[in-house]
């Protein structure tokens, strides 16, 4: 059984995978820690250098190995849904739960964080908004669960998720 967790940046996915994790003894996985790990350079320097497209090639390559393991939480880049192929992978090796979080959470969550190459140029809400019009239905379409974090702490969340695995 593996727990894919996808949802835009700022949703609280690395926390709350780590909870989990943490709580049913599995491996916990990141796909932009991975990447950062293999390359030995950040993403903000992986877009710089090879653009968007270039990541994303890099992102599906790490998921295809990830979706292999067993017994594994893996938080996701908030653009892995973009790709057919990634959403299928996630569908059909586990349970994908879209942590749901509204903009104004992810400004505020994102604002300190200067590692967010999509949001480098532009305003910080403008940019969130589009991404998030653009991605929602994506998210939903490939999700088992929708979890709606709003006014919840990262434990709340991860409980959540817990018993619907359990469930």
């Not at 849904?81 to 942590?99: D, K």
């Amino acid at each position: 059984m593996n727990i894919f967790i996808v949802g835009p940046m700022g949703s609280g996915k690395s926390t709350v995978g780590k909870i989990i994790s943490d709580e049913l003894f599995f491996n916990f996985f990141d796909t932009d820690e991975e990447i950062e790990t293999r390359t030995g350079a950040s993403i903000d320097w992986i877009f710089d250098l090879e653009g968007e497209e270039g990541f994303r090639k890099r992102e599906s390559e790490i998921l295809i190995e990830m979706v292999d393991k067993n017994s594994i939480v893996l938080s996701t880049g908030g653009g892995i849904i973009l790709s057919e192929s990634n959403r299928e992978l996630l569908s059909s090796r586990g349970t994908v739960f879209y942590l749901s979080t509204p903009i104004s959470v992810q400004v505020e969550r994102t604002a300190k964080d200067k590692d967010r190459p999509l949001l480098k140029n532009g305003d910080p809400k403008e940019i969130l908004s589009r991404l998030h019009n653009e991605r929602e239905n994506l998210y939903e379409a490939v999700s088992d669960y929708i979890v709606k974090t709003e006014n919840k702490s990262s434990h709340d969340v991860a409980s959540e998720i817990i018993n619907l695995v359990k469930g």
